[in-house]
């Protein structure tokens, strides 16, 4: 019933969204597109490989996610710009669900496909406006720590050491190393070969982005990561071929399954197995994937519409249908769970992408790749790689973004900053959480800084002092503190006047210490007028 039900929805949705991109002329940028799609897939390919593998899932896995994300979520996503797919925050989430569900790959498909469908109900329910809710300095900040740690993570791999996942995200490793120290094992542990092709990589792309890319179109539609990637395969086997006095490990490259024939690539799929539906555990792991992938989707389309050029605004509603649907997919066939990705939203929109075409184009390089020259890719050193990502890193944590966080004041710089230091000492999430923490404690300083206004104090003709306090428009139980300390701080024998004129809700516990003070005020021969006051 589940499988019917999915496929009439992926069928229904994805011809109501060609049938809208036929409409749009998809293909007007698309001297754009084309080449950010081809960036995007040299950072996407060993992204999915290094997630699959911290998740413990085969890394066909990954491919097949990434492939789902770029296709299917692209022409159901109303995103221009955003690119989905397996997302390394879920990492954690993937193994230990294996692992409870004993191991079984299948058993966690189903969770997956249930995922989907709950953030297919997210979508029709109007769950998206969640995305308004965060604050612009946490999204800056998230988008500073995930560059930030992009560049520590590549590092490693730019000089040879490929001891961790490549993709990985977490600064705490599991043999109890952390992001700096596996840069000084690094550094102790250099490949010369590695390091001469990450140091010819970067020069190759400032020049490409510094000189080059105001030459000529031309090397605009030829860009730099496309040179970096050709560049590397050729070093490479000038090295294997002993040409070059150097050499690299097997787990210096890129290492995509290679399939002997299409009957041998198809048969790398698996299928769920919905016999696990009456298991409890099922339903719980999908619950929590389809939170956490909602929850980073929707980051990650505002952390994208505050990229993009044309500042064009992504429906979340839509995003989280288009996100269940490739779910969806993507447990139907043996994927993992996909989200919209930042570091690859980032690469489409920092090398010229312009619609969802790129997106699109990026899943089906994917899946042309996997089945044709998964040998060639092969030949991909993850220096190369490292090298396009400490770039997209770079351009996300620019030096001058903490000066402009701190020209705006601390009620924007400080959870920004604390977004970025916990990302980069936790996780992702976990940073993010951090960060609206501080953000809600600065909104809550505000509501309780701005819960009145107090005029001069006057003087009537007997000499009685009279201290005039007029209600902010939102009075809430935050403001009760300050209003006490206002009332509490007027001398004996004066007069007070609150005024609610301006007040258009006060919360029950104001009320009642006014009333409170009201009565109290008297053994101090005060006296209090009240100028609109909603009693109740």
Request: net charge neutral; hydrophobic share 50%; glycine share 8%.
């Amino acid at each position: 019933m589940i499988v019917l039900l999915s496929f009439k929805i992926i069928a229904l949705t994805l011809l109501n969204n060609l049938k809208r991109m036929m409409q749009s002329n998809l293909f007007t940028n698309f001297k754009n597109d084309f080449p950010a799609s081809i960036v995007v897939f040299f950072v996407a390919l060993p992204l999915c490989l290094g997630v699959a593998l911290a998740s413990g899932a085969p890394l066909f896995a990954g491919i097949i996610a990434g492939i789902v994300g770029g296709i299917v979520v692209g022409f159901a996503s109303g995103s221009p710009l955003g690119v989905s797919g397996p997302a390394a925050g879920l990492a954690v989430i993937v193994l230990t669900s294996i692992a409870t569900l004993g191991g079984s790959w299948a058993a966690f498909l189903t969770a997956v496909v249930l995922a989907g469908v709950f953030q297919l109900i997210l979508g029709f329910a109007k769950a998206g406006f969640i995305a308004y809710f965060f604050p612009s300095s946490v999204i800056k900040g998230m988008l500073t720590g995930i560059g930030l740690l992009i560049i520590l993570k590549q590092i490693p791999h730019a000089v040879g050491w490929d001891k961790d996942a490549f993709g990985d995200d977490e600064f705490l490793q599991a043999d109890g190393q952390n992001s700096f120290s596996e840069i000084f094992k690094a550094f102790d542990s250099i490949t010369p070969g590695a390091l001469i092709i990450g140091l010819i990589s970067l020069a190759i792309l400032i020049f490409w982005d510094q000189v080059l890319s105001k030459k000529g179109k031309v090397f605009s539609i030829i860009n730099g990561p496309l040179v970096v990637v050709v560049t590397g395969i050729i070093l490479f086997n000038l090295y294997k071929n002993g040409v070059l006095d150097y050499s690299l490990n097997a787990n210096q490259l890129v290492a995509v399954p290679v399939p002997v024939s299409i009957s041998a690539f198809f048969s790398q799929f698996t299928f769920p197995d919905f016999s696990v539906l009456a298991n409890f555990e099922v339903w719980k792991i999908a619950i929590v994937i389809a939170i956490v992938a909602s929850l980073e989707t929707l980051l990650c389309v505002e952390a994208t519409d505050k990229l993009d050029p044309d500042r064009r605004i992504t429906p979340t509603n839509r995003e989280l249908k288009a996100q269940g649907l490739g779910n969806i997919v993507s447990g139907l066939i043996g994927g993992l769970p996909v989200t919209q990705v930042i570091v690859r939203s980032n690469a489409n929109i920092s090398f010229g992408g312009k619609t969802k075409l790129s997106a699109i184009l990026h899943g089906v390089f994917l899946l042309v790749s996997a089945i044709t020259i998964a040998n060639v890719l092969n030949m991909i050193p993850l220096s190369s790689l490292a090298a396009i990502l400490l770039m997209v890193g770079y351009k996300l944590a620019k030096p001058n973004l903490f000066k402009e966080m701190y020209k705006l004041g601390w009620e924007q710089f400080i959870p920004f900053t604390a977004t970025v230091i916990a990302i980069l000492a936790t996780d992702l999430l976990k940073g993010i959480t951090v960060g609206i923490l501080f953000g809600i404690f600065y909104t809550l300083r505000h509501s309780y800084r701005n819960s009145h206004h107090l005029k001069d104090t006057e003087k009537t003709e007997n000499g009685q002092e009279v201290h005039h306090m007029e209600l902010a428009q939102e009075v809430s139980f935050f403001n009760k503190a300050s209003v006490m300390t206002v009332l509490d701080a007027i001398p004996a024998n004066s007069k007070v006047i609150i005024d609610c004129s301006k007040s258009k809700s006060i919360a029950y516990d104001v009320i009642e210490l006014i009333k409170d003070y009201e009565i109290n005020a008297k053994t101090k021969n005060i006296t209090v007028e009240k100028i609109n006051f909603i009693a109740h």
